[in-house]
């Protein structure tokens, strides 16, 4: 007769002692019925599908300075292949948010929109403390975005600075549209350059036009990546030197999918 016997559960502050798989299957202890509890022991005398692996560590300071750039973006390739296809990591949360707690050494900077349709984390497949993850509106630079960056790569040791576009950005549309709305104008003054720099489409250069939204959301994160290098001395130094890498990329809001540029 199969037997599961879970002796303590760390997190849950339950006890529980089952012989009848059906039973703990209707546990109301959620931790166990996924297998996460760090301090349970499961036995069983026939086969069981195998529980996935559980992620319950953080990126260490050895870690952060083992990789390089090239393999951090490999990384947020793979996150988003796994996410794609339905395989993303098990993680148990509590045990990174403790961990953590000591400490972070993340290995990326992300600069991406507010949109609630874009969870960079998610759609990368990445865990607490792995990523800092700037958000403004339109995935813009400015003054306070660089300093962050700043703070993100030469104070915290990430190797690389991602800016994250998306498809159907309002922001985008907004400054497409030339918005004047409170301090939305002053916003989307930021987004402007891109919106001038994108030539062509004489028939329709508004929102209304998808082909020129997108190619206006490309342009944003080329300036912006452009705008890195020239407007921060620091970052620029740690990209020559080879410490940091920048890349841009595009999130489809339809399916899940981040192009890589270049
Ligand atoms: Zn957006």
Known sequence: MAKIKITHCVRGACLAVCLFPGLLLSSSCDSHRRGESAGSSIATDTPAKKTPDIITEVTTAEFQDSITPLEVLGKFKAGNRRFLEGRML??????????????????AVIVSCIDSRKPAEIVFDKGIGDMFNARIAGNFVNTDILGSLEFACKVSGAKLILVMGHSDCGAIKSACDRVKL???TAMLANITPAVDAVKGFPGNRSSKNQEFVAAVAKQNVLIAIAKILKESVIIREMVSKGQVMIAGCMYDLRNGSVDFYP
């Open 90 to 107: 098990h993680r148990n949360y509590l045990s990174q948010v403790d961990l953590s707690s000591k400490g972070q050494h993340p290995y």
């Open 182 to 184: 409170g301090n939305i």
